[in-house]
């Protein structure tokens, strides 16, 4: 039988990826509600794991820039400076809790060359044993133009994959997916989307502030698609409901998994 939204709070294994606007600029104060959320569902025994953006825009002021930078290299130095900022911002949190964070830090060719992969794999599974929380964010720092992951919906997908998570919560700035931009007239909210749907005729629109995160409605569609393949139960939602998401409410855009492939991996 096919996972629900109810089964939520059940589920063994749990991805939780946010965006960069979410939690970080005058939105950095969420993080403290987003681990609120993070640690309810670890107390209760679900093993989480957090792919966390923002490396970039949370080095931003510390740099003095007011606008992304669009050359890699100053990503990567505002990354370098951001990534370790923003990870002790989440251990803090965490800590209310006695939660500890990993750091995990992969590239794209990290999840393509078997060695690296299994060992990313094998990382974060001892970490989940340990009753670590994992906080996985892109490489920035390594990472050049040509294997960047490009957005994290991906990376999240794919660490899900690799993880055989039971569900993946892809955290927006909007409630759920709309057949079209959901400030645009008649636009419909989905609710549901059938593993294999095509979606035909349907228009994205961006998701996330300007000049701050590179993902969209777009990316999250691919990323869902990749994760439902791979037997992975999809969520799409704000990310203020994610207390509600953990909690099995109906909320949100939910992509149903790959039946046959989520049988085989269980």
Known sequence: MSMTRSDIPHAKRIVVKVGSSSISGENAHRIESLVD?????????????LVSSGAIATGMPFLGLGDRPTDLATQQAAAAVGQNVLIYRYQESLSRFDITAGQVLLTAGDLEDPV?????????????ELRI????N??????????????????????A????????????????LYTKPPHEPGAQRLEHVAYGDELVG?????????????GGAATK????????????????????M??????????????EASSAHATAQK
């Open 37 to 49: 959320a993070l640690a309810t569902a670890h107390a209760r025994g679900t093993e989480v794991v």
């Open 116 to 128: 690296p992969r299994g060992n990313a794999e094998q990382a974060m599974n001892r970490l989940l």
């Open 133 to 136: 929380l994992p906080i996985v």
């Open 138 to 159: 892109e490489n920035d720092t390594v990472a050049t133009a040509e294997i960047r992951f490009g957005d994290n919906d991906r990376l999240a997908a794919l660490v």
């Open 161 to 176: 994959s690799l993880l055989h998570a039971d569900v993946l919560i892809l955290l927006s700035d909007v409630d759920a």
């Open 202 to 214: 349907l228009e994205f629109g961006s998701v996330g502030a300007a000049g701050v995160g590179t």
């Open 221 to 240: 569609v691919s990323a869902a698609r990749l994760a439902a393949d791979a037997g992975v139960s999809v969520l799409v939602t704000n990310s203020t």
């Open 242 to 255: 994610v207390d509600q998401a953990l909690s099995g409410e109906f909320i949100g855009t939910w992509f």
